[in-house]
């Protein structure tokens, strides 16, 4: 079923294993010519050109970009008990978890009468966006508010794609789900106009106005990713995000049936989502093989989860053990990484690079989608070998407060001075030394 790559008795450095590996593809370049254009509408014409661009990509065109607030409410009250109640659980445990991300204030004493404080300071307002497409995700909604809130975000807006089906309104559980986090501004706006809106604000069809936001995050398709290309800078972005990936580095202790249900759950979302086995044992590979096959006649999106595993970007990496195994899932630095191996909490103890790791044959990726209390919205595209998934500080700005004495400058003059005129700037020693006139001969 899985493509295979034999890694077994190769040397191989991590640029090496990153350039044979799977993976899934994603060229921005090549659709930023489609998006400029479409952000450079928004900002000059606003919501009308987001309401126009909306009818064309989607279908519909919504009477305001705004959802009215008794929209929300109503979404709430006519939502299923049992989604309302899986999703309270789930707001809970992310509250938990992220509450114990908020960072202190610290200061330094750097000399007597000289310190330097690092405080930390919420952006004002973010934009969270909640992709639609193949899916729907109130989930996404849990995984971007809840940290901003945590962080102290004054202001937020929920962006979702209108559905037709909806009155030109964005999904209903959607609208629940920013109901039950207290979220009362949702607008009606996706792709790449969402994003420039977002960016560069406007004036609703009711002459209301759509504030701009600081920082825009939350996953999206191509075109989400390259106008957030184009829009950085002007405005903050968590990341350019990619098809969604499961690395899983198994050895014979793994259950088949487990290891293939959870490469199965992450080609669900998309025919590009990448799900990739790194095995020291045939054995497994052959099981896993057997049973992918079992299962996906089974499911409910069959043809998406055999274009996703058929694909070049997922596949079967056979090594010779499982600290080659490690060394791979390191280069390779998955959005999503199990450990279903003997001692898989060791094994996890030298990953160094994996957006998410989950650990052992009862942690799978579905719970972190849902209800673990992590976050799912995961560097891809191997960028979690620098960069992190989405947290409170994310929505922070550590900020810099020198407090200095007029001894404790007069003490370190000279050197100021020294390092001024090292690098040619002697204006810079200046802005000292015109605080302490010579006496006596002394610069300081």
Known sequence: MLSRTDLRGRT???AQLRAVLPRAEMDVDAVLHQVRPIVDAVAARGVEAVLEYTEKFDGVRPASVRVPASEISSALSSLDPALREALEEVIARIRRVHADQRRTETTTQVVPGGTVTEKWVPVERVGLYAPGGLAVYPSTVVMNVVPAQIAGVESLVVCSP????????????ILAAAALLGVDEVWAAGGAQAQALMAHGGVDTDGAELASVDI??????????AAKRVLRGLIGIDAEAGPTEIAIL???????????????????HDPLAASVLVTDSV??????????ERQIAATKHVERIRTALGGSQSGTVLVSSVDEGVRVVNAYAAEHLEIQTVDARAVA???RSAGAIFVGAHSPVSLGDYCAGSNHVLPTGGCARHSSGLSVQTFLRGIHVIDYSEDALREVADKVVALANAEDLPAHGQAVTARFPQKGGNTA
Do not use: C, K
């Open 12 to 14: 191989t450095t991590p």
């Open 283 to 292: 054995e497994l590979a052959d099981a896993v093989d057997v049973e992918l």
């Open 250 to 268: 198994a050895d014979s202790s793994a259950d088949a049936v487990h290891v293939a249900a959870d490469l199965i759950s992450q080609a669900e």
């Open 162 to 173: 209108p559905q037709a089906e909806f009155g030109g309104l964005p999904h209903p559980t």
């Open 216 to 225: 825009v995050t939350g996953p999206g398709n191509i075109y989400v990713a």
């Open 349 to 351: 103890a030298r990953i």
